[in-house]
């Protein structure tokens, strides 16, 4: 059971959809008391439409997207001393459940700290989280731009994000994104992103990188926006040991 509070992404959809879910409800009501039937019928589908997206973006967000990231970090089987990198780790999703697979490794989440893309959305509330999660001792928050990250090459043991990059508004500058989480693997570690756009364009620069192991594949329904073009997909990748091996078994 989650011990934090993990607020909403991108807050303002589901109040935008919620409310146009309630409008084309009254309308509906009101079409059907003044005997409209067509018109009707035609306002109460565009009510469960809305009503339907704004229901499965709120279950992604609270509670779906949880379920995901434990399967995905669960295949990873992690030996408990990584050091891991969460790449815009907002209030802690994944940064407290990467940490509870630790024992003496470190998990370091880095942020700028946007509230639009998430509520609430502060370092001190990370912080917070991971207390209240048991984890504080393994985490260590950074304020940071994912473009241009303080860290020296071969840092880490794995880097994930989580529905981050795509909130950098041009190509060019996620492509940096990528760029700059691979630069800091350690040989041998790997690289995990979901993500809900532009990850056709993450895989392409990661191989352009030289990763190997590069898979990308739609997560199923409880990572869904609630819309067709909403869809998260996962990106998986590995730097190359000096033996030519992933220390890390990937995701299957």
């Not at 109460?44 to 995905?72: D, M, N, P, Q, V």
């Not at 739609?218 to 998260?232: C, M, S």
Request: charged residues 25%.
């Amino acid at each position: 059971m989650r011990r934090g509070d993990y607020g909403y992404d991108a807050p303002w959809f589901p109040v935008i959809f919620g409310l146009v879910s309630v409008a084309a409800g009254i309308g509906a009501t009101v079409l059907w008391w003044q005997g409209e039937i067509r018109p009707a019928r035609v306002m109460t589908l565009y009510f469960i439409f809305f009503l339907a997206i704004t229901s499965s973006f709120l279950y992604t967000t609270r509670r779906g997207k949880f379920i995901e990231w434990a399967r995905i970090l669960d295949q990873l089987h992690l030996r408990g001393d990584e050091v891991v990198l969460d790449m815009g780790c907002g209030r802690g999703a994944v940064l407290t459940a990467v940490a509870r697979r630790l024992t003496t490794g470190r998990v370091t989440g880095v942020d700028i700290w946007s509230k639009k893309d998430q509520s609430g959305n502060a370092r001190e509330v990370t912080l917070r989280n991971a207390s209240l999660e048991g984890v504080g001792d393994r985490v260590q928050i950074e304020t940071g731009d994912m473009r241009q990250l303080p860290y020296p090459d071969a840092t880490f043991d794995l880097v994930v994000s989580s529905l981050a990059i795509h909130n950098i508004s041009s190509n060019a500058d996620r492509k940096r994104a990528i760029s700059e989480g691979f630069r800091v693997i350690k040989p041998g570690g790997w690289i995990v992103i979901a993500d809900i756009r532009a990850t056709a364009i993450y895989e392409a620069e990661l191989r352009a990188l030289g990763a190997s192991n590069v898979e990308r594949r739609r997560l199923g329904w409880r990572f869904w926006w609630g819309n067709p073009i909403a869809f998260t997909t996962l990106l998986t990748g590995s730097k190359a040991a000096l033996d030519g091996h992933a220390d890390l078994s990937g995701i299957r």
